[in-house]
C-alpha cells in the first residue's frame, strides 16, 4: 500500500481519475470518435479542462481507504443540463457521451452519466 500510495500512477488517478486520460488517448489516436471511424478528435484535453475546473466535485473511492480514490464525484451547477453531484463521471462514460458521438457539450455528457 506504500508503494501504491507513493507511486506518481496513483498520484495522477488520484488527482485526475479516468478522465484524465482523454487529451493525452485524443493525442495518442486512441479516443473512440465517431464511433471508432477515427481514433482522435482534438477536443479531448479542452473537454478534460472544462470537466476539471468547473464540474468535478471531488475524488472517490470504491472503499474507506482506497490509496488512489480514482473515481469522480461530479455535477453541473446550473443551466439545461443541471444535475446533482454523483458518481458515473469516468473515462469511459464521458468519451461515450463525447467523442464517441462527437457531441463537444461536456455539461450534456455529465448529465448523461447521470441518467445512465
Ligand atoms: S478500488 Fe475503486 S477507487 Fe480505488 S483504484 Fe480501484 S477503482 Fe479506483
Not at 471508432?36 to 468547473?54: A, R, V
Request: with cysteine.
Amino acid at each position: 500500500m506504500d508503494i501504491i500510495r507513493d507511486s506518481e500512477t496513483a498520484a495522477g488517478f488520484k488527482e485526475h481519475g479516468t478522465p484524465g486520460d482523454m487529451g493525452p488517448n485524443d493525442a495518442a489516436g486512441d479516443w473512440p470518435t465517431k464511433n471508432w471511424h477515427s481514433n482522435s478528435w482534438g477536443k479531448g484535453e479542452e473537454l478534460y479542462d472544462k470537466f476539471f475546473e468547473q464540474h468535478l466535485v471531488k475524488n472517490n473511492g470504491c472503499y474507506r481507504g482506497c490509496p488512489i480514490a480514482c473515481g469522480r464525484i461530479a455535477g453541473v451547477k446550473a443551466g439545461k443540463f443541471q444535475t446533482p453531484a454523483h458518481e458515473g463521471s469516468e473515462y469511459e462514460s464521458l468519451s461515450a457521451f463525447t467523442a464517441f458521438v462527437l457531441n463537444e457539450d461536456i455539461e450534456a455528457a455529465i448529465h448523461s452519466t447521470y441518467l445512465g
